[in-house]
Nanobody
Framework: QVQLMESGGGSVQAGGSLRLSCVASGYRYSRYCMAWFRQAPGKERERVATLSNNGRTSSEDSVKGRFTISEDNAKNTLYLEMNSLKPEDTAMYYC????????????WGQGAQVTVSS
């Protein structure tokens, strides 16, 4: 059974940094497409960054240059390094996994709250 568990959320002031972690279990981690999503109150969920099966990364324009997605295959862990945080980055952040990128994601973590104050 695929399980994803996020950690590392918290509250910071604008300009600060946080690193989210997502530990995966129950499947061969390195063969999956992994992504970070976020959802702010009253808004739709949006994709933040993706790490594809072949190691390519992509991110949304709003976080480019500030957020970095990475992984440690030995630890079955996905990361999201977030720098220069802004109040508009406040949201619940979720990691997600699927066999291949480009479609929906079948597997989701429980979420980690990130709150950025001005």
């Amino acid at each position: 059974q695929v399980q994803l568990m996020e950690s590392g959320g918290g509250s910071v002031q604008a300009g600060g940094s946080l690193r989210l972690s997502c530990v995966a279990s129950g499947y061969r981690y390195s063969r999956y497409c992994m992504a970070w999503f976020r959802q702010a109150p009253g808004k739709e969920r949006e994709r933040v960054a993706t790490l594809s099966n072949n190691g390519r990364t992509s991110s949304e324009d709003s976080v480019k240059g500030r957020f970095t997605i990475s992984e440690d295959n030995a630890k079955n862990t996905l990361y999201l390094e977030m720098n220069s945080l802004k109040p508009e980055d406040t949201a619940m952040y979720y990691c997600a996994a699927e066999s291949y990128c480009g479609g929906g994601y079948a597997y989701w973590g429980q979420g980690a709250q990130v709150t950025v104050s001005s």
